[in-house]
């Protein structure tokens, strides 16, 4: 079956760096976008940083310049690396897999992983 899993979450201090990666089992990798969200307490799971088949990478404003996600088709494993970290990047944080439209069985949802930032 299809499985996301998400690890390197942890406690870090303000100004440090996780790298977070999302191994994909079940699915052909190279027809997936992957896209890493995550959601603090009380809030809406948002999205944070998305990267194409090809490796085009997009990012939400609050991250720029200090998260990098990438991908190796040949681990099926995508990667969030996350610098300069703050307190506000606190969250729960999900890898999706997004599917090319032609491709059957639709989008897929990691576990999460929590990331704990302390000021």
């Known amino acids: 079956q299809v499985q996301l899993v998400e690890s390197g979450g942890g406690l870090v201090q303000a100004g440090g760096s996780l790298r977070l990666s999302c191994v994909a089992s079940?699915?052909?990798?190279?027809?997936?976008?992957i896209d890493w969200y995550r959601q603090a307490p009380g809030k809406q799971r948002e999205l944070v940083a998305s990267i194409s088949r090809v490796g085009s990478a997009n990012y939400e404003d609050s991250v720029k310049g200090r998260f990098t996600i990438s991908r190796d088709s040949a681990k099926k494993t995508a990667y969030l690396q996350m610098n300069s970290l703050k307190p506000e990047d606190t969250a729960v944080y999900y890898c999706?897999?997004?599917?090319?439209?032609?491709?059957?069985?639709?989008?897929?949802w990691g576990q999460g992983t929590q990331v704990t930032v302390s000021s």
């Open positions: 999706k897999a997004e599917p090319l439209p032609w491709v059957p069985g639709g989008r897929y």
């Open positions: 079940g699915i052909t990798f190279n027809l997936y976008a």
